[in-house]
């Protein structure tokens, strides 16, 4: 959704996406598959590493791990 601001004449965008436990995983190279680690993941969102205009916290809960 694109959406304009009639207050300071600027644009905005707004995206969704799903992240689930998978999103989260490593290969687990002694278990030959992959694992993800319940705990607290940042969220960085913009046009490179250099430039983050987003930051965000998500919590993967214990019971959520991949096997």
Request: aromatic share 10%.
């Amino acid at each position: 959704m694109v959406r304009r601001s009639e207050r300071n004449n600027t644009w905005s965008t707004q995206a969704s996406l799903t992240l689930d436990p998978r999103a989260f995983s490593f290969y687990d190279v002694g278990k030959h598959s992959w694992s993800a680690k319940p705990g607290a993941f940042s969220i960085l969102v913009g046009s490179s590493s250099a430039d983050i205009g987003l930051q965000g916290k998500y919590l993967l809960n214990p019971g959520l791990e991949t096997r």
